[in-house]
T-cell receptor, first 112, second 112 residues
């Protein structure tokens, strides 16, 4: 069965510093990987996805993610954090049967 | 295009009652998925419908059921409500299920 792990419940980073939110996955076949963000009392919003091609994927709001097949990781990164980036971030993987599995989420707190 | 809409936004029910939640996908999207979000369990997949057929199902009891209509609108029903069913129920649509999901704002269900 496929799975997604987000090992950190919360990540704290100072405004202006680079941020990383970690994600590792397990899936049969080629992975389709996604990152979503959730602001309080809102649904999830799509940030970026990896289907194939370049290992570095660029997405919305200056976020990017690096796909590493050997480490089965898909970490979310941003060079310079903003206070407005504070939110809940979810990593997800889709299998060949179109079933999507989400990680447990990581709360990002950007400190002014 | 209008986004994914969910009605109602808030519901309060008592144990033993049943509830029906509604989701209208983005126009042209044929896949609709439902998720349960709770602080302790994160985002749990309930089921996915595509062209009026249930294509995938998560590990929830039979009290949770759904359906999809010919216009792709979907409903989710929970019978014999339990306190543990209190959660945010999210609906997501995508053109085929094999790509990015777009989420609605969710229905907040409280079971007393």
């Amino acid at each position: 069965a496929q799975s997604v792990a987000q090992p950190e419940d919360q990540v704290n980073v100072a405004e202006g510093n680079p941020l990383t939110v970690k994600c590792t996955y397990s899936v049969s076949g080629n992975p389709y990987l996604f990152w979503y963000v959730q602001y309080p009392n809102r649904g999830l919003q799509f940030l970026l996805k990896y289907i194939t091609g370049d290992n570095l994927v660029k997405g919305s709001y200056g976020f990017e993610a690096e796909f590493n097949k050997s480490q089965t990781s898909f970490h979310l990164k941003k060079p310079s954090a903003l206070v407005s980036d504070s939110a809940l971030y979810f990593c997800a993987v889709r299998d060949v049967y179109q079933k999507v599995t989400f990680g447990t989420g990581t709360k990002l707190q950007v400190i002014p | 295009k209008a986004g994914v809409t969910q009605t109602p936004r808030y519901l309060i029910k008592t144990r033993g009652q049943q509830v029906t939640l509604s989701c209208s996908p983005i126009s042209g999207h044929r896949s609709v998925s439902w998720y349960q979000q709770t602080p302790g369990q994160g985002l749990q997949f309930l089921f996915e419908y595509f062209s009026e057929t249930q294509r995938n199902k998560g590990n929830f009891p039979g009290r949770f059921s759904g359906r999809q209509f010919s216009n792709s609108r979907s409903e989710m029903n929970v019978s014999t409500l339990e306190l543990g069913d209190s959660a945010l129920y999210l609906c997501a649509s995508s053109p085929s299920g094999a790509d990015t999901q777009y989420f609605g704002p969710g229905t907040r269900l409280t079971v007393l």
